[in-house]
């Protein structure tokens, strides 16, 4: 992806991730330390009890961690794999109208990024998201452990 534009991404995650984009997931906010994604609680992704269900808010969160590693990898102009290899998530409050997911961890990603091309070894991330109700309370968290590695060139 060329260009981290707002627009750009949303249209990532319709050609790329449809079932987020067609559970109402998109990108608000992209900068160099933080990631910021918004959904609101509809039909077509709620739950059978009238809130915003467990997977779309997962979906959202990893959006954000995702997003911004995806954008330091880009800009670090080398061929690095990445991988979510665990996942945690915490749910404090029924998730109705617009809830707002966020990751704040650009500095992170830098100091994993800078570690994994000096050293050529694969490093571990882990990234917390956020989900922020209309009335800033905390409807949910997660942490997403990212495996990054500097890909080898083929012979």
């Not at 991730?17 to 992704?45: D, M």
């Not at 995806?70 to 061929?79: D, W």
């Not at 500095?107 to 989900?131: F, H, N, P, R, W």
Request: hydrophobic content about 45%; overall charge positive.
């Amino acid at each position: 992806m060329a260009k981290f534009t707002i627009k750009n991404l949303n249209l990532f995650l319709a050609f790329k991730l449809p079932s987020a984009y067609f559970s109402g997931i998109r990108v608000v906010a992209i900068s160099e330390q933080k990631a910021v994604a918004r959904v609101k609680h509809r039909w077509i992704n709620q739950n059978p009890f009238k809130s915003l269900y467990w997977a779309t808010q997962g979906m959202a969160a990893e959006l954000v961690t995702g997003l911004l590693l995806m954008k330091k990898v880009e800009e670090s102009n080398c061929n690095i794999s990445t991988l979510v290899v665990e996942q945690h998530g915490n749910f404090s409050k029924k998730a109705t109208g617009k809830i707002t997911f966020s990751c704040d961890e650009g500095a992170l990603i830098d100091k994993g990024l800078k570690t994994a091309i000096s050293s050529g070894e694969g490093q571990i991330i882990v990234l917390k998201a956020t989900g922020i109700d209309e009335e800033n309370e905390l409807v949910s968290n997660f942490e997403f452990t990212w495996s990054i590695k500097l890909k080898t060139p083929k012979l």
